[in-house]
């Protein structure tokens, strides 16, 4: 190496490339803080002895359940997101009601101390 009339030559530091933007991800809906009741399995209290028979719908309408929709809300979601007529997501609620009664009691009261403002009848 020769040197400068700035002294001994130095090897040059690394150059650093600048960071590379990657996209922020995108935050998970809001959820609760305790899961909705499950004193049994939800499939088996809501599809009773017709699990056989299950439509898509009831299938939809549980999902809305986990997130803790009431059946406006989901009735909503599904109508603009699965294309469901919202007249059949309603009847296929209320039928689900009717079966499972108790259920769908501790499924209110559960939303009713999460802050859920809406009913779900």
């Not at 922020?24 to 399995?41: K, Q, V």
């Amino acid at each position: 190496m020769a040197a400068s009339a700035y002294g001994p030559l130095s090897p040059s530091p690394p150059i650093s490339s600048p960071p590379i933007a990657c996209p922020r991800p995108r935050e998970p809906p809001p959820r609760f803080s305790s899961p909705p009741p499950r004193t049994a399995s939800m499939r088996r209290r809501l599809t009773g002895a017709r699990a056989a028979g299950s439509s898509p719908v009831q299938h939809l309408i549980e999902r809305c359940m986990t997130f803790g929709m009431s059946m406006e809300e989901c009735m909503e979601t599904l109508s603009k997101r699965a294309d469901v007529q919202p007249v059949v997501t309603s009847t296929v609620w209320k039928e689900l009601e009717k079966e499972n009664k108790e259920f769908f009691d501790k499924y209110r009261q559960w939303r009713s101390e999460k802050g859920g403002v809406s009913s779900s009848r």
